[in-house]
């Protein structure tokens, strides 16, 4: 299959995913899990071009997204794009499900079967959903075989019989991009940032706290926020801070403090199966480290991951 | 020896009055405001420091001016200028005009014997609230900025002179010149305290001071140590005995490494190797005060066993330097510095040794260039400053064997990436002779390491999913330890080091590069 890389391709591909997805849909209901990143987005704007109302949206805030995230998408897809969005408030009941579980993958499965669970709830009151749509892109497939688990490919119980609907599972991001561009979603929503399904909690690494993840979330917007008044968003593939769990010394008002370090990662790749690190100017570094060391509570020291991937991954969980 | 006397009036840039003299070949000493000594024959001018008190306040630190005023040089320096001013029949205001950083000097008296060859303009720098409004009796100015008329002035019939700018800091563009112009010119000081005439006249006084005693020191492999260990073998030969211990926690090969390099020095040294008892008492414990006090307490008790071996010793030998002795000024509302010592604590009581420490009025810059001037190798004078409980707080969390493995075989090649770094010509300055630029990297840089993070994070190594340890780098500049900046490494320099570290270290899959700076971050993690 040929890479889209151009208007011309894109607007090729959404006319026949249309036609596929109509023939495929007919006047059935759909049901969307909306996380709000570029994948989801553009399967939720290809659907609602291609099926309108019959696709209902379900975001679920599991109090693992960005600052400002769950208020976002309920803006742009209730208010702007007129869609059937379902808004789930869960923030406690993953925190309190994810007290004092460390180990990577437990986290990852016990966020993954929670979020499952919340979608069947509400996949159950709504009646006659006959397919389940995705936003799978084709590294996902890749993988899900033995670095990670994807939580976004199956879970639901055999009651619930949907059938899929995936129309970017062939795509790469760069791909996802130039197609959503032409679908006309806004450029903050198509450039957006891959963000991994189980959020923010991989990368407030270990078992996961209300105020280390706060750390995470106020860090994680200060580093948005510089790089998009330096230029750098759109520049930069992702970018985002991991807030470890164990503390260092350091010196606050001439007493000694024992903080969070935060990690900042900025990586560049075309496709996601290799990253390279972004070359910050220094100066920036040094503004951006100043800024989280005095505004956000609990931190006292600013690191930057130098690593490529491989050999580490982009996160860290 | 013929000295100046800086009086300290409490400013953060006291100490570099002294390093820029020490820096013209010229001895001064540095006391507080309050304990002036007695001004014998040795003593050829006095400087009165900057201060963070403005003189119009009640308690504002005061000096009696008789003492040397009209008898000897006197140059006043900031609050020191405006001190002079206030005491002797001028005027000083709290200022619109504050100036703070860059301002330009221009010399209103190029015949003034302070602004001899000072060029006509120049770059200074200022920190101050008040100025001063009208000049003391007898008074004239010799140099102005654009906002402050009286920047320096002399006192017509005497050897006094005052600035409102530091000369001291390197800002200021003619600082030395201006420094030298009083101490060589006006005070009338020969310039000659060089390296080599510090080391003969020590070892003179080392000689008469130990007599056919037998002395004990402690060598670290640290820069301090080491050269007063040279020094103390030139003057006493093996009348002195050095213990190195080895805590098990040291750099990879360090031990072997540095205990060679003393022997061909022809020190006469005893390797003590406790690295088993260290390790074995360390097991567990992740708490960083309960690490550092379990280090300290076996350093002591490893020291003593083998000092006691020593019969008849009377004297115990330390690598203390200038900044561990001066004393800082008691300021009102200013909580003076607690000096906690790195150095052996508590061993002279027990076992009643004297304190011999023939390092104890020099500047980390001038052990330097003493070691130097002994003709010690550049790899042991120009080391970096290393924690006393070693790679214990860099390994956050317990301490394995595993872990030390890991630790020392990154910070090997993150070390030899440093030295094998040719940064000619980038203009680093260097770390340990701040007169010149550094040739590689580790010169450049003050004190440098890797950290082991307490942490697994997931990775991908061929097709294989990892789950290792992250490491952190940590590479600062600074002048004095007190604050400290990261250092601006070439990002291609970061590439290659982390490159290597991840391919040959066997348990690291990530680094990472600290960008903090001290405060609020420390130099050390624990």
Redesign the interface.
Known sequence: MERITTPALAQKFIEEQIKELRAQIGDKKVLLALSGGVDSSVVAALLIKAVGKQLFSVHVNHGLLRKGEPEQVVRVFRDELKANLIYVDAVDRFLDKLAGVAD?EQKRKIIGAEFIRVFEEEARKLEGISFLAQGTIYPDIVESG???SHHNVGGLPEDLKFELVEPIKLLFKDEVRVVGKELGLPDNMVYRQPFPGPGLGVRC??AITRDRLEALRESDAILREEFAKNGLEGKVWQYFTIV???K?????DNKR?WDW?V??RAVNTRDAMTAT?E?IP?AL??HI?KRI??EVPGV??????????????I??? | MNRILILDFGSQVTQLIGRRLRELNVYCEIYPYDKVPALDDSVKGVILSGSPCSVRDANAPQVDLSLFKGKLPLLGICYGAQYLAHRCGGRVEGSIAREYGRAMLYVVRPDSPLMQGVSPHSQVWMSHGDTISALPDGAEVIASTQDVANAAFQIAGEQTYAVQFHPEVFHTDEGSKILANFALGICGLAGDWTPDSFIETTVAALRAQIGADKVILGLSGGVDSTVAGVLLNKAIGHQLTCIFVNNGLLRKNEFEDVLESYRDMGLNVIGADASKEFLSELAGVTDPEQKRKIIGRLFVETFDKYAKQIENARWLAQGTIYPDVIESAGIPGIASKIKSHHNVGGLPEQMNLKIVEPLRMLFKDEVRRVGRALGIKEELVGRHPFPGPSLAVRILGDITEEKLRVLREADDIFIRGLRNYDCTGMGFPSASDPRVLATNLYDAIWQAGVILLPVRSVGVMGDERTYECPVALRAVVSTDAMTADWFHFPYDFLADVSNEIINKVRGVNRVVYDISSKPPATIEWE
């Open positions: 990577p033995p670095v990670k690494t270990g470890p769990d164990y260092s010394t350091g010196v606050k403090s370090p990690i900042i690190i070359e220094y570094l040094h480290t060391v005095t006292n020291r600013v690191l930057y991951d130098l690593t490529p991937k491989p050999t580490g991954t996160e860290w969980e």
